[in-house]
């Protein structure tokens, strides 16, 4: 019964991973020009059922770290399957180093992708 469960558990959590890398690295929607809110609406609402408020915030930050992720590597509006590296654990090293950083620097990261989905958004 427990490696069922862990079993269920792995699949659960590799599919969850696939469907935020699609939705997050995709032609089909205009992800780079989302604001930073509706961005964590769109990568994570269908794996909420009611998050407090820090759990929100956590998620922010996750959101805040994938776009900057993205922007960094230029995924956005390439197809899922083009990308040159391997997501997750290229992922995983850059969200570790960002950790450890001071909450002024968080602060700073959303300000310099918020002027950037402004200044997208202008330009369309």
């Not at 019964?1 to 032609?27: D, Y």
Request: hydrophobic share 40%; aromatic share 12%; glycine share 2%.
């Amino acid at each position: 019964m427990l490696i069922t469960c862990f079993s269920f558990a792995s699949h659960s959590f590799t599919n969850w991973r696939n469907q935020i890398r699609q939705k997050l690295v995709t032609p089909d929607r205009n992800v780079e020009g989302m604001s930073l809110k509706a961005l964590q609406r769109y990568l994570f609402s269908a794996f909420w059922l009611c998050p407090s408020v820090t759990d929100e915030n956590k998620n922010f930050r996750l959101t805040l770290a994938l776009r900057a992720f993205a922007d960094g590597h230029k995924l956005f509006r390439k197809a899922p399957n083009a990308t040159s590296i391997d997501f997750w654990r290229a992922f995983k090293k850059n969200i570790d180093s960002m950790m450890k950083q001071s909450p002024e620097r968080w602060t700073s990261l959303e300000q310099k992708h918020t002027g950037k989905i402004e200044a997208l958004n202008k330009e369309d």
